[in-house]
């Protein structure tokens, strides 16, 4: 017999006591220590002169990896309690001090790479040949790339310091203000007060007018708070530009694209195959919406389960499917899902007071992760519990690599996540029962990739849009509202009879102020894992050990090289990612020819 998963996580083995917790007050105050050891020792490095310093540069490092997994540990837990209780305000104050940890350490940390930095070119080159130094090769030289394109010194320890009350301080007014929010509506008869995150969730109920008042009813929501969100954007964004400026970076793509490790003639191709073959996604949309009894698709109705007999599972059930379907893929995925699911590593229940939406975090110091978000029983939640899975177990694939050369971009991080979700939505398709069983599934699979091909192209068209104009002057929130829909209708290719103007404010996304542009890394992933899933499929559930090396490579070459040496792919090319859009094409396809 399975034993029964619980719903809620275990936090209590990483601190006990939560919010209020004397160990973690304990961890917070060693990583302090730590930090101010560090500055100390920094400020008494001076520019390597030979290669025979090597040793004390893999000192430091070490030390760095330790107030990077310290950092990571607190800052992930409380991270956590935020997410469970958006009404926390002790661990909302415990998030604004290690946010000034970080702030402080990324000083020091600048300070260290740019003395690093500033040794002459053979020195350099000498230290990376050196036993002490050569596992980070990678990693040192783009230290040294970064160290030379920042401030000096001094100016970006005065930047770090300003931007904890500035521009972090900004990013966590978003997510307080977030936690401010709930909306009454009425679902099957019974009146209820929901947080946003519960209410997001009913955009996908069977009942056309339950979907269409939460949409309208989230809609005044942001509507009658547009000027505090807008004035949050454009003050973060507003702070990122002046940065760029002092920097003398003159392009907004430079540092999404550094931190991606990808060019913009590979982004450029993979938008371009996208929009040659968005025609397709269109008639999937129109189909849907006359299903529906809709001339055209309205945006809340992109959600909505196109049959009667859409299969609903419960936890465990959910959590049953992608076990068995990650053991045919490979005994390690499987097991690993495994004991996160026995371990308690998973926030999944559906109530009143968590934050919106789901992510997974690590915890390097335990080698654990913990998953969030709210499961109410559909196949995209089994899905998105999926995703997740797959985040973590890109973690678990590293955990035999050095600290520093774990730390792998966004786009590569999707691609994980986007892998595992496909096995499961895969599977779904093929176990169906009944036609109907399996047009509803083969939906759920296409609102993904019209999620990745049109959502996020136009959060990507808006946010380039917004920047542009934020570059003359404060964006006012009714421009913001029509640079969204402009942006949307664009995107989704005028296939839109009404759009989310307010969209801009209700995504956490365009606030995060770690990553800038939170958006085209997902589309990356979802079309790079689509040629990973092909060779997977081609091996016949041998390909878990190949996919385990590519994994642990993506942290240490750009991603180009990655594709190049694991799949034999140029992605600069539009041909690469144009056969990952025609498999998405192939269940347009097929979807419509059931839907006949």
Known sequence: MTTAYAEKWDLESLFAGGSESKELRTHLDQTKKYIDAFEERVANFTTPTSSEESSLIASLIEDAKVIMQFLTQGGAYIGCLQAQDMKDRKADALQSEVTGYRASYSTTFTTFQQTLAAAEDEVFAALLETEDLSLWNFILSEWRTQAKEKLSGPEEAMVNALAIDGYHGWGEMYDTLIGMLSLTVNVDGETKELSVGQANNLLSHPSPKVRKEVFEKLEQLWADNEELFARTLNHLGGFRLRLYEKRGWTEILKEPLAYNRMTEDTLNAMWGAIEKQKDAFVSYLNRKA????????????????????TKTLSYQEGADFILKHFAKFGPEMASFSKTAFEKSWIEAEDRPGKRPGGFCTGFPLSEESRIFMTYSGSMSNVATLAHELGHAFHSYALRTVHPLNRRYAMNVAETASTFAEMIVADA??????????????????????????????????????????????????????????????????????????????????????????????????????????????????????????LLRDTAVMNVEDLAMKHLGEDVTSEDFWSKGVALCVQDVEEFLELTK
């Not at 006359?290 to 007999?309: C, F, H, I, Q, R």
Request: proline share 3%; no cysteine; net charge negative.
């Open 290 to 309: 006359e299903m529906l009894g809709e001339t055209k698709m309205d945006w809340y109705n992109l959600d909505a389960p196109v049959s009667e007999s």
């Open 428 to 549: 779904a398709v093929k176990e169906a029962t009944t036609k109907d069983e399996k047009i509803a599934l083969l939906e759920d699979k296409l609102q993904r990739s019209v999620a990745f091909f049109m959502n996020i192209h136009a959060r990507f068209l808006f946010e380039k849009r917004f920047y542009a104009e934020r570059s003359k002057g404060y964006v006012s929130a009714q421009r913001l509202n029509e640079l969204m829909e402009e942006a949307q209708r664009e995107g989704y290719a005028g296939a839109l009879e009404t759009t989310h103007p307010h969209f801009w404010s209700s995504k956490l996304h365009f606030y995060i102020t770690g990553v800038p542009f939170y958006n085209f890394p997902y589309t990356f992933g979802y079309l790079f894992s689509l040629s990973i899933y092909a060779k997977a499929l081609e091996a016949g559930g041998n390909y878990e050990e190949s996919y385990m090396a």
